[in-house]
């Protein structure tokens, strides 16, 4: 009896602990809403589980706002046509990113698509379209 209680608990604390490591796209981002940001590609992180970017958005008033992005893993990303290559390429240049924004850090944003300056779109995260309400930054 009191092995299978061990056993039971040690099983319960393993599987809670990957799910409490990884939070849910609904719980960090608002997938009702679409921004476009565009200003210079600084970083890029690529590495699973997703790939981020950093993107410093000029405002109307000359501040300057750090945007940091997440994508999809990095094998989800190639699969769709977006390589590594393609993001560094394009460090210190003007971008425009397609993503939905963040709940509680307004900076943050899931994103689904990064346009470069010679127009080619890269699609870099989940669904192109979610039917969120599109808004300009």
């Given at each position: 009896?009191?092995?299978?209680y061990?056993?039971?608990?040690?099983?319960?604390?393993?599987?809670?602990?990957p799910?409490?490591?990884h939070?849910?796209?609904q719980?960090?981002?608002?997938?009702?809403?679409?921004?476009?940001?565009?200003?210079?590609?600084?970083?890029?992180?690529?590495?699973?589980?997703?790939?981020?970017f950093y993107?410093e958005?000029?405002?109307?008033?000359g501040k300057?706002?750090s945007?940091?992005?997440?994508?999809?893993?990095?094998?989800?990303?190639?699969?769709?046509?977006?390589?590594?290559?393609?993001?560094?390429?394009?460090i210190?240049?003007e971008?425009?990113?397609?993503?939905?924004?963040?709940?509680?850090i307004?900076?943050r944003?899931?994103?689904?698509?990064i346009?470069?300056?010679?127009g080619?779109?890269l699609?870099v995260?989940?669904?192109?379209?979610r039917?969120?309400?599109?808004?300009?930054?």
């Amino acid at each position: 009896m009191r092995k299978t209680y061990w056993i039971a608990l040690l099983g319960t604390v393993a599987l809670a602990i990957p799910l409490a490591a990884h939070h849910g796209f609904q719980a960090e981002y608002d997938g009702g809403k679409i921004v476009y940001v565009t200003g210079t590609l600084t970083k890029v992180d690529w590495s699973n589980p997703h790939i981020h970017f950093y993107v410093e958005a000029k405002e109307s008033d000359g501040k300057v706002t750090s945007w940091n992005f997440e994508g999809s893993a990095t094998t989800l990303v190639e699969r769709n046509g977006t390589h590594r290559s393609d993001l560094v390429s394009n460090i210190g240049k003007e971008v425009t990113v397609r993503a939905c924004p963040g709940k509680n850090i307004v900076t943050r944003g899931a994103a689904e698509t990064i346009k470069t300056a010679d127009g080619q779109e890269l699609i870099v995260g989940g669904s192109r379209y979610r039917g969120g309400e599109d808004t300009k930054n």
